[in-house]
């Protein structure tokens, strides 16, 4: 076997409308602190903000048959929740838009939410 020739993910640039709104949101909806150049988590790769020139290039998600039925519209970032449940009831609380939290396979749970410039994310409990 080969030895890799990168690392961990470093940081993930995310698509946004307006970046001045974008850090306000995501500071008080999810609580993350921005640095002056990113958001930093704790761990795993630091969240980049990106203005795009048009409002259809803000797109996380694609369609695929291979996950949830036909067309399903996946997402391309997960976070992971230690309290599933506190964090999804928070976000209600804080005016954002959410799904139900859904069981899989008996093995975990997720939920999925919008940021203000329509990106979709998923949320997971991780193995339970």
């Known amino acids: 076997m080969n030895k890799p020739i990168v690392g961990q993910?470093?940081?993930?640039?995310?698509?946004?409308i307006n970046e001045e709104g974008t850090i306000k949101w995501y500071e008080e909806?999810?609580?993350v602190r921005?640095?002056?150049?990113?958001?930093?988590?704790?761990?795993?790769p630091e969240i980049m903000l990106v203005t795009v020139n048009h409002?259809?290039?803000?797109?996380?998600t694609y369609q695929t048959d291979h996950w949830e039925?036909?067309?399903?519209?996946?997402?391309?970032?997960t976070f992971k929740?230690?309290?599933?449940?506190?964090?999804?009831?928070t976000l209600v609380e804080r005016?954002?838009?959410?799904?139900?939290?859904?069981?899989?396979d008996g093995n975990r749970k997720n939920?999925?939410?919008?940021?203000?410039?329509?990106?979709?994310f998923d949320v997971w409990s991780g193995w339970i």
């Not at 409002?55 to 996380?60: C, I, N, P, S, T």
């Not at 939920?111 to 979709?120: C, E, K, P, S």
């Open 111 to 120: 939920f999925r939410f919008y940021d203000l410039n329509g990106n979709r």
């Open 55 to 60: 409002k259809e290039d803000v797109k996380l």
């Open 34 to 44: 921005w640095t002056g150049f990113s958001f930093h988590l704790g761990n795993g």
């Open 69 to 77: 039925g036909k067309d399903y519209e996946m997402h391309l970032l």
């Open 9 to 16: 993910i470093d940081c993930v640039y995310l698509p946004v």
């Open 81 to 89: 929740s230690d309290n599933i449940e506190e964090t999804h009831s």
């Open 29 to 31: 909806k999810l609580g």
């Open 95 to 104: 005016g954002v838009q959410v799904s139900d939290i859904k069981l899989y």
